[in-house]
């Protein structure tokens, strides 16, 4: 009898099928599926409401899918043994107001049979000197720290990061980033989800691109930008107002954003000179123009018909 192989069998720690969440009415998960594979970092991009935390809470073992199939290193996500296993940092994770960080590592190190050195894992997380200090008077960059700390205080195989970097300033997103990686460098394989392109990009191996309840791409960053390789982007300040209605009317452009007092023509073909020449036609000069190419954020464009929303 043949051997199964494939990246399924052999090597998907977390196996998603046809994976179906209701709410009333609304499909908020409608038959997502994909693999991840152990110690790599996999990203769930996509805008608010696509239904990821709903994707990622069925993984958890929190909400019962109303079809489909989810297995964690070949187990249900209810089986005892993927408490163990599967480390969660939780969207809006809050912990109560007087517990101080030693005492939430200490109290979480409970749950486990396992448990890793939580002092060990505070100092990872430039936590040493909070240790006594309360979940009320951490800083924001220090609560998410708090909950990457919680979640890997299992010793898990996998960490599930929802929106990890979200609420953060520039410098802790960075820093965050940073700890993500470490963390995959002591071979933990990792889940996130997050709507933020740069955030995917730097951080992910592979990216399931989920819209409305669907996955509507799986690729590397490098490959779901390949996709829109003949995408173009031209920028520039317009020297009068111009309604975008006369841009996005070009058969070459798809979309027309406005950033700052910049426009941002995203588009194909011939797209520089359609523009130009349109802009020609209507008394405007460009001031700064700049043409780019393609990035994740044209690939989402390309992949879901509009930017992302933050
Ligand atoms: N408990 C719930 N009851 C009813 N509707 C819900 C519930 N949780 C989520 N939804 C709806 O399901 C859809 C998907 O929500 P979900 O939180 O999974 O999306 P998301 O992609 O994680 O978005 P966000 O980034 O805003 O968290 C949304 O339309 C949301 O309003």
């Not at 051997?3 to 399924?8: A, E, I, S």
């Not at 700049?290 to 994740?296: D, F, K, T």
Request: a negative charge; one cysteine or more; charged letters at 25%.
């Amino acid at each position: 009898m043949p051997v199964p192989t494939g990246r399924l069998v052999d090597m998907a720690i977390i196996e998603v099928e046809g994976l179906v969440k209701r709410y009333g009415d609304h499909t908020a998960v409608d038959g997502v599926g994909f693999g991840v594979d152990e110690g790599e970092i996999f990203g769930i991009l996509g805008p608010n409401g696509a239904g990821k935390t709903t994707t990622v809470e069925c993984i958890e073992g929190l909400r019962t899918p109303d079809a489909g199939r989810i297995s964690v290193a070949g187990l249900h996500p209810r089986d005892p043994e993927v408490r163990e296993l599967l480390g969660a940092q939780l969207q809006e994770s809050e912990q109560p107001d007087k517990l101080t960080v030693g005492e939430a590592m200490q109290l979480y190190s409970s749950f486990y049979r396992r448990p890793a050195d939580w002092r060990e894992l505070v100092h990872t997380l430039k936590l040493d000197d909070k240790t006594d200090t309360q979940f009320r008077r951490l800083s924001g960059g220090q609560k998410q720290r708090l909950s990457i700390a919680l979640a890997l205080v299992g010793n898990p195989r996998v960490a599930v990061l929802d929106e990890l970097t979200t609420g953060l300033d520039p410098q802790a997103r960075r820093d965050a980033w940073g700890l993500i990686e470490a963390i995959r460098d002591r071979g933990v394989t990792i889940l996130m989800v997050t709507h933020f392109m740069e955030e995917a990009e730097r951080l992910c191996d592979r990216i399931a691109v989920i819209d409305t309840g669907r996955v509507v791409a799986l690729d590397t960053p490098a490959g779901l930008v390949a996709r829109v390789d003949d995408r173009q982007r031209v920028r520039f300040r317009p020297s009068a107002a111009l309604d975008p209605a006369v841009l996005t009317a070009l058969p070459e452009v798809d979309d027309v954003r406005q950033a700052g007092g910049q426009l941002v023509v995203t588009g194909t073909g011939n797209l520089l000179l359609a523009v130009t020449a349109t802009l020609a036609a209507q008394g405007i000069t460009a001031a700064g123009l700049r043409v780019e190419q393609a990035s994740l954020d044209d690939a989402f464009v390309a992949l879901t018909g509009r930017p992302i929303e933050v």
